[in-house]
C-alpha cells in the first residue's frame, strides 16, 4: 500500500467503511492501544500494535 495511502486504512470514508479496519481501530484504541501499517509497498502489509507499558502484564 502506498504511504499516501496508509492513514485512511483507520478512518472511515464517505463511499464507506474503507478497508474494514475502523472496527480493529476503534476497539484497540478503548484500551489505549494503537495500531498501524508499517510495510514496504510492494511487498505485503505489516500491522504493528503499541500497547502501553500499564496495559499488559507479566505474569
Given at each position: 500500500?502506498?504511504?499516501?495511502?496508509k492513514e485512511g486504512l483507520f478512518i472511515q470514508n464517505a463511499e464507506g467503511?474503507?478497508?474494514g479496519?475502523?472496527?480493529v481501530h476503534e476497539i484497540l484504541a478503548l484500551t489505549g492501544i494503537t495500531i498501524r501499517e508499517t510495510g514496504t509497498f510492494g511487498t505485503g502489509a505489516r500491522f504493528e500494535i503499541l500497547v502501553p507499558s500499564e496495559g499488559y502484564?507479566?505474569?
Open positions: 500500500m502506498p504511504d499516501a495511502e467503511y474503507g478497508h479496519l475502523l472496527l502484564r507479566i505474569v
